[in-house]
C-alpha cells in the first residue's frame, strides 16, 4: 500500500539551530511532492511543493527541501529556526495520475522551538 | 481574496446521530476536498467534489457523503456517527480539477462523539 512516513514526531530544538525533517514516501512512478505547517490554532498552509525539475525546492520563511528519487525521500530543512517556527509540519504526497487531487499525509512532525 | 471558510468550528453530537459540516471555498476554487484528522495523526483524504460531481473518494464508508453546490461551496454529511468519527474535519479548495496548483484549506470543524 502507498504511504508517506515522517521519522520523528516530536522535535525540539533551541533558536538558531538547525532543522531537518524526515520524508520518506512508498509510491512508484512520478509524484507530485509538499510540504505543509499548521501553527497553533491556524489552518494548513502551504510551505513548498515540487512538481518537477531542480530537486532542491525553496518555499517560504527560509524552507527548503529536497527530492531524492533514489530514496524515495524529500526532506525539508532550515539552516536557522525561530521561536515562531514551533508548528506541526506534514509531508504530503500526491499522484499525478490519479484522477483526482488526493494528497496523502504522513503523520505529522510536532516542532518546539525554545528561545 | 476570501480563504476557505468551515462551519461550525466545534461540535458535539451522539452516537448515532447524523451531522452536517459546511465549507465555502476560496474564491474563484471549484474543487473542493475533505479530510479527516484524528488525534495525532495526519490528514486522510474523504472525497473530493469537482464541478458539482464526486470525482473521487479515500477509504471511507458510504454513511460520509457530501454535496457541491453551484457556488463551490460544499457540504459534508456524516450519518450513523460512531466514536471513531471523533475528529478534526478539514476542507481544502483548489483551483483546478487535479489540485495541480495547490489546495488552500480551511481551519476544520472539531467534531466529538460522544
Known amino acids: 500500500a502507498q504511504s508517506v512516513s515522517q521519522h520523528n514526531h516530536h522535535v525540539i530544538l533551541s533558536e538558531a539551530a538547525s532543522l531537518e525533517l524526515g520524508c520518506n514516501y512508498s509510491y512508484g512512478g512520478t509524484v507530485n511532492l509538499f510540504w505543509y505547517v499548521q501553527y497553533p490554532g491556524q489552518h494548513l498552509q502551504l510551505l513548498l511543493k515540487y512538481f518537477s525539475g531542480d530537486p532542491l525546492v525553496k518555499g517560504i520563511k527560509g524552507f527548503e527541501a529536497e527530492f531524492i528519487k533514489s530514496k524515495f525521500s524529500f526532506n525539508l530543512r532550515k539552516p536557522s529556526v525561530q521561536w515562531s517556527d514551533t508548528a506541526e509540519y506534514f509531508c504530503?504526497?500526491?499522484?499525478?495520475?490519479?484522477?483526482?487531487?488526493?494528497?496523502?499525509f504522513g503523520a505529522g512532525t510536532q516542532v518546539v522551538v525554545t528561545p | 481574496e476570501t480563504g476557505v471558510t468551515q462551519s461550525p468550528t466545534h461540535l458535539i453530537k451522539t452516537r448515532g446521530q447524523q451531522v452536517t459540516l459546511r465549507c465555502s471555498s476560496q474564491s474563484g476554487h471549484n474543487t473542493v476536498s475533505w479530510y479527516q484528522q484524528a488525534l495525532g495523526q495526519g490528514p486522510q483524504f474523504i472525497f473530493q467534489?469537482?464541478?458539482?460531481?464526486?470525482?473521487g473518494r479515500g477509504n471511507f464508508p458510504p454513511r460520509f457523503s457530501g454535496l457541491q453546490f453551484p457556488n463551490y461551496s460544499s457540504e459534508l454529511n456524516v450519518n450513523a456517527l460512531e466514536l471513531d468519527d471523533s475528529a478534526l474535519y478539514l476542507c481544502?479548495?483548489?483551483?483546478?480539477?487535479?489540485?495541480?496548483?495547490?489546495?488552500?484549506f480551511g481551519s476544520g470543524t472539531r467534531l466529538t462523539v460522544v
Open positions: 481544502a479548495s483548489s483551483l483546478s480539477g487535479t489540485g495541480a496548483l495547490g489546495y488552500t
Open positions: 504530503a504526497v500526491r499522484s499525478p495520475t490519479d484522477s483526482w487531487g488526493k494528497l496523502q
Open positions: 467534489y469537482y464541478r458539482e460531481e464526486e470525482n
